[in-house]
């Protein structure tokens, strides 16, 4: 058993994976991280690199909504992947929300130990969804490393599905989560006062669950986490111009907020405009420390504790 760093063991597995070409699969529980590869050509044979970590651990982020599932990664997602690890980004929730992304989201958590998927409908698509698209999404969500419903809720800035048909969506994938026993991820844009309105009519509060990407109000924010709803925040919260984030970052204890990229989708400053991907979930953190007067370290933390105790991902 060698002690080492972060950094060192991604090094060594970066060279494994991305130098040598060696397939294996990198999983990482508690503090052991295991490393499995054929390395022979002729005969099988199993390699596995086990390190026990540091006891002096670096601290370690979680981005809570994500798209790995996306276009935008076709060509590159194992090194998008890797420069998360790299940043210390040790566990991605991804999201599905259509047919095609929630078939990509299962495969990816089947594929890695560190990814984990949430399945729903968008708001935006409502009018595409069918009662057999909800009934597998209910299948799915028996899944082991299912940890949500969504993103569902409601989407007034596109007109593609109708109001009315948006908010029968919603309130179907509510009934869905408390049916399952799964907290619901909200999509909100445009449509603040219906989500809430729906939400305290289907009492979400029995399940709870999460504010993506939030950049509503202080008063919001408490009215969803006494519904028992976290908050997170996402790339905008480092633009100049996001008032409302940042109250939100500064007002609202750590203890109800959670850290996301949205990724490929608004990149944090200063990557605002490009291609967003996870390994940028840390410039979320940096400037909600900021915010707080707290360290890095001390953000990463808690929003990492909330992340696990919320998504019971341990």
Excluded at 66 to 82: M, P, R, S
Excluded at 95 to 114: H, N
Excluded at 170 to 176: G, M
Aim: glycine share 4%; charged share 30%; aromatic share 8%.
């Amino acid at each position: 058993m060698v002690r080492l760093t972060e950094r060192a063991i991604f090094i060594m597995v970066n060279f494994a994976v991305f130098f040598c070409r060696i397939p294996g699969k990198l999983t990482y529980k508690k503090d052991v991280l295991l490393y499995k590869c054929n390395i022979a050509e002729k005969k099988e044979m199993k390699l596995t690199i086990k390190i026990k970590l540091s006891a002096r651990r670096m601290h370690m982020f979680i981005d809570t909504h994500v798209h790995l599932n996306a276009d935008q990664y076709d060509d590159d997602l194992k090194e998008v992947i890797e420069r998360a690890l790299q940043n210390n980004v040790t566990k991605m929730i991804v999201i599905g929300f259509d047919r095609k992304t929630i078939e990509r989201a299962m495969a990816l958590v089947e594929e890695y130990d560190f990814l984990y998927a949430v399945v729903g409908w968008h708001p935006v698509d409502a009018v595409d969804c069918t009662d057999e698209d909800l009934n597998w999404i209910e299948e799915l969500s028996s899944h082991p490393k299912v940890v949500g419903i969504g993103e569902t809720g409601l989407d007034y800035h596109w007109d593609k599905s109708p109001k009315e048909v948006q908010q029968e969506v919603f309130r179907k994938q509510i009934r869905l989560a408390k049916k399952v026993g799964l907290p619901i991820i909200i999509h909100n844009r445009e449509a603040t006062e219906d989500v809430m309105k729906i939400l305290k009519e289907e009492n979400a509060a029995e399940v709870g669950g999460v504010m993506h990407c939030f950049g509503g109000s202080v008063e919001t924010a408490q009215i969803s986490i006494d519904m028992n709803f976290m908050i997170s925040l996402g790339g905008p919260v480092t633009f100049k111009n996001a008032k409302k984030p940042k109250e939100v970052a500064e007002q609202i204890p750590l203890e109800h907020l959670l850290i996301e990229t949205d990724a490929p989708y608004l990149a944090p400053h200063p990557y605002r405009g490009k291609r967003n991907e996870p390994s940028y979930v840390t410039l979320v953190a940096e400037e909600i420390a900021r915010l707080k007067g707290l360290s890095v370290e001390e953000v990463a933390k808690i929003t990492t504790k909330n992340a696990e105790k919320f998504f019971k991902l341990n």
